[in-house]
């Protein structure tokens, strides 16, 4: 059900991408690929990618990257606590834009695979009406996320084009 019409926001919780990616695959996500993907031949009205800045070089030549293949790049600082637990997610940050951005949008596509999405998933397509596509790698995406979705994109289904060889060869 995609229609040339369709004015689509793109969510991209990039940690969890990042994860999925280097544990299954020992590989980096291709986001170019995965925004030409989640878009198709739609109106895009935006598309942003959610990262956590750690401070290393490597990300800051990533996050330039990924701003020049066309999304908008919200950072949040990794907390490191006394005990040396380290916490960073962007699930409010993301489940607030989708809503705040819902009334422009006709299809919102999540790129998590991330369980903690369900409720935000039954809300906007109760609520504000849209139609809401997940894109992840089946492996490792709650199956409740998926079932919740109207569509979903397994990107390991063709991982030559989703990932970009990083570690080792992918089978």
């Known amino acids: 059900m995609r229609y040339e019409n ?13 994860h999925s990616a280097k544990n299954l695959y020992h590989a980096n996500v291709n986001f170019s690929y995965v ?20 401070n290393t070089r490597e990300e800051q030549t990533f ?17 490191i606590f ?3 637990e380290k916490k960073a997610d962007w699930d409010v940050g993301i489940a607030m834009d989708a809503i705040k951005l819902a009334d422009k949008l006709d299809v919102i596509v999540l790129v998590t695979g991330d369980g903690d999405y ?4 039954t809300y906007l397509r109760e609520n504000k009406g849209c139609r809401i596509e997940i894109m992840a790698f089946g492996k490792t995406a709650s199956a409740k996320l998926k079932e919740s979705a109207d569509g979903f994109i397994d990107m ?9 060889k990083k570690f080792k060869k992918l089978k």
Do not use: T
Not at 118 to 121: E, F, I
């Open 6 to 18: 369709q004015r689509v926001g793109v969510f991209i919780d990039v940690a969890n991408m990042y």
């Open 35 to 54: 925004l030409e993907q989640a878009l198709g031949n739609r109106q895009l009205i935006r598309a942003i990618a959610y990262v956590i800045r750690s």
């Open 63 to 79: 996050f330039e990257a990924i701003s020049k293949q066309g999304f908008e790049v919200k950072m949040k600082d990794l907390q």
């Open 82 to 84: 006394p005990g040396g």
């Open 118 to 121: 369900v409720p935000l998933v």
């Open 156 to 164: 390991s289904k063709d991982k030559r084009k989703f990932l970009i």
